[in-house]
Every structure is written in structure tokens, then in C-alpha cells.
């Protein structure tokens, strides 16, 4: 049975400092942001600025990476990139955008991109979007990690918002 469609525009994000945003519209037109950042940190206003861009005439949903702190890594990049996260979803929730958390593993299994590289996700992507010239980097992979995203939101049945 095939999921009813999602409303369109849907946006994707990779969360993080470094983290990406990727739009796909009514039109299957894609665009792709890096995070917007001032001084070191996501920067609120203009991400806000950004994303009401994509909900002035419609009602998009959002679907942002379900992420947490990973073994090993150091307590300040910790403590940054959920500040980060925490900032996604506060613009979210500001903006009243319906988001919808996944984790790594459901979405990358969707792919079959579980336990490959990183840069699996962004040869995936440059295959679904050709068109697309903004995925040419290996410093890419958030921006194909966003894309991505955002299609297995337009793939799958609506989940917790």
C-alpha cells in the first residue's frame, strides 16, 4: 500500500553547527542551505528568516535528525551541538512548522545506508538529484544527510509531530 502524500514543502535537517537544510517543494525543486551561523553558533534569526522563505504561502513539515551525545566525544562540542539542535527545534516550534524526529538508524536503513561511510549518503543523493551542483564536495554530506532526510519524510507514513 503506497503512504498517502505529505504536504509540501518539506524541510529536512541535518542538525549541528555544520549541519544543512534542504527544501523540497511542491515542484520536486530542491534547495539547499548550510545552517545559517554568527560567531561560532547557529544563528536563530537568520535560520528564521530562512525557513518563513518556505511557510509564507504554505505549511510545510520539518524533519530533523533525532539526534544525542556520542561516546567519547568531548563535553564542549557536546554541549555546542545541542545548543544547536535545541535552536532547530525552538525556530520550529516558533514558526509553528509540524517536525517530526527520526533517528539515524530508521531513515539511513530506508536507504540502505546503515554502516556504510558518510559519503554514501551524498553519492545517494547526487543519483536521486542530478540536476543538483551544490553536492559536488565531500564537505557536503549534511547537505545530501538534509536531502535525504526530507525524502523519507515524502516516502513514509506521517509519524509523531
Known sequence: MTPPPQPLPIIGFDPGITGAVAVLD????????????????????ALARLLLQFSE??????IIENVHSMPKQGVASTFKFGRAY????????????????????????HFNLLGKPKDA???????????????NLKKHHGRA???LLARFLLETPPRST
Open 86 to 109: 535545541g535552536t532547530l527545534l525552538g525556530v520550529l516550534g516558533a514558526l509553528q512548522i509540524p517536525t517530526t524526529r527520526v533517528s539515524p538508524h530508521t531513515w539511513k536503513r
Open 26 to 45: 511542491l515542484f520536486d525543486d530542491v534547495s539547499l542551505h548550510d545552517l545559517p551561523q554568527a560567531n561560532g553558533e547557529l544563528d536563530p534569526a
Open 57 to 62: 504561502h504554505s505549511h510545510p513539515r520539518a
Open 121 to 135: 549518503s551524498r553519492a545517494l543523493a547526487q543519483r536521486l538529484y542530478p540536476q543538483l551542483t551544490t553536492l
Open 145 to 147: 544527510d538534509a536531502l
